[in-house]
Nanobody
Framework: QGQFVESGGGLVQPGGSLRLSCAAS????????MGWYRQAPGKQREWVAR???????KYGDSVKGRFTISRDNAVKTVTLQMNSLKPEDTAVYYC????????WGQGTQVTVSS
């Protein structure tokens, strides 16, 4: 149904920014809402943000006002612009449909630390 390749993570200081990208394949992208998820060490994977096939967005309370999700249907990509990063944003970030139905990718590591 779908596979995803995430990129763009790295090490950033608190208050900094990163832009994550997800390249999707398969039919799942065209018909589903897409989302970003994250998993911090020792914690369950959590949903972060979603964007519908039509472009409407929704965010988790912890990232609202700091993160922006978008999608390009023509090239099957989903991006996550992350601003004002905090140490608690440190996690491996994944993309998938909402709800998740495709195979989970490798994710991309985001580390926020001074």
């Amino acid at each position: 149904q779908g596979q995803f390749v995430e990129s763009g993570g790295g090490l950033v200081q608190p208050g900094g920014s990163l832009r994550l990208s997800c390249a999707a394949s398969g039919s799942i992208f065209s018909i589903n809402a897409m989302g970003w998820y994250r998993q911090a060490p020792g914690k369950q994977r959590e949903w972060v943000a979603r964007v519908s096939s039509g472009g409407s967005t929704k965010y988790g309370d912890s990232v609202k006002g700091r993160f922006t999700i978008s999608r390009d249907n023509a090239v099957k990509t989903v991006t996550l612009q992350m601003n004002s990063l905090k140490p608690e944003d440190t996690a491996v970030y994944y993309c998938n449909s909402v709800p998740p139905m495709g195979s989970w990718g490798q994710g991309t590591q985001v580390t926020v630390s001074s």
